[in-house]
Each structure stands twice: as structure tokens, then as C-alpha cells.
């Protein structure tokens, strides 16, 4: 069920547009079926006018209640999912080489390729990693730290990505703003070592996604 929870995740913002639409609609046939229950005269057609009412207004709860299950799976049950659900795709290792090449004595004295050390869609104030920092080298449970304050605050995640894929993958998530804090914790054991983006985003009170912010980190684990 994991990858259902996510796709619907990645499209609810379609599918909030579709449920507000279908809720308008429902609204007009209530609003209509109960002016005519109103107007009507004779005992039958006040009959028809108020089962016109009454699937209405199931209709009108029905899409309620599809708004809250997507809401609900957005904010609770995706952030919930353990990581290994879409670590499907392999992390490309940047420092294979082809075998036979050079022997691996030679290999090991390879330099390391630089960690990429940039980060963007960051606001001071707003939304913020402050650690671990751009192009760090992680191992271990590390502790993610930063700002995630905006108005009409709804909740936070954290994600991270192999580099040069959009498999984003979300670690935890939380509930309350934070001011140049602790956002949460990273087992990095449970990735494979490489290079990964790491990205905080911010939810508003009504589902709408902040531009992330975006930086790249190395995973080196024994």
C-alpha cells in the first residue's frame, strides 16, 4: 500500500482541486433541491423535492469525507512509511570503475569526488537546514537541525533523494513549528552510502507545499 499512499500524496493537489469542484457541486444540488422542497406545493413533489435533498446532501458528505482521507494520508499515514518502500533504485556510486582497469591498491588511493556544497529554496527565518550542513559527510543517527516557521504553519518533512534521481523518500515528519532547532533524527545506516539530497518542506494549514529546501549530502557508513 505504500506506493499507493505516496502517489496519492504527490497528487493531492489535483486531487483537492477535483474534491472542491465535486463539494461546489454538491452545494448547488443541495441548495437547488432544497428551494424547490420549499416552493412545492403538492404532498408528491415535496416528496421527490426531499429525496433530491437527502442524496444531495449524502453526496455532499461523501465528498467531506474523501477530503479528510486525503488529508489524513498526506499528513499522518506517508510520513509514517518506513524508507525502504521506495528505496527501489540503485544509488549510483561515484567511484566505481571498471573492473580491471587498475588494481585495487590503486583504487583505494583514489581521491574522494567532492561533495556538491550548495543549497537552494532556503529562507532565513522561514524554512531552514542549518545541520547537517551543505556537502557534510554523514554516518550514523544524526540530528537534523534548523528553522520551519511560516504563517498559517500546517506541518513539516524531511526527505532525501539519491543524487540525480526524484525518488524522494520521507525520514519523519513534525507537527510544530520550529525556531533554529532540532527537527528531528536521521538513521543514516539505513541508507546505502552515497550521495544524497536532502530537502525540509513545509506544508500549510490548507495542504499547500512550500518550495523546499534542498542540499546535498555524503553517506559513508562502515
Known sequence: MGPLYRSLDSYSPLIYIVLAIMGLY??????????????????????????????????????????????????????????????????????????????????????????????????????????????????GTVTLTGTANIPNFGFYKYEIAPLGTGNWT???????????GELGKWDTSASTNGDYFLQLVILDNVGQTLEPCVIAVRVTNQ
Request: with cysteine.
Open 26 to 139: 454538491a452545494f448547488r444540488r443541495m441548495w437547488l433541491s432544497w428551494r424547490e422542497w420549499h416552493n412545492s406545493v403538492y404532498t408528491l413533489e415535496r416528496e421527490f423535492a426531499l429525496r433530491r435533498l437527502g442524496g444531495a446532501t449524502a453526496f455532499g458528505f461523501l465528498v467531506l469525507l474523501m477530503f479528510f482521507v486525503q488529508f489524513y494520508i498526506g499528513a499522518f499515514v506517508v510520513p509514517s512509511l518506513p524508507a525502504i518502500d521506495v528505496m527501489t533504485t540503485p544509488t549510483l556510486d561515484l567511484l566505481a570503475v571498471p573492473p580491471g582497469t587498475i588494481s585495487p591498491d590503486d583504487v583505494l588511493a583514489l581521491e574522494t569526488p567532492e561533495v556538491q556544497s550548495g543549497m537552494s529554496g532556503c529562507v532565513p527565518g522561514q524554512i531552514m537546514l542549518t545541520g547537517p550542513r551543505p556537502g557534510e559527510v554523514l554516518s
Open 170 to 180: 520521507t525520514i519523519s515528519a513534525g507537527a510544530s513549528t520550529v525556531n533554529d
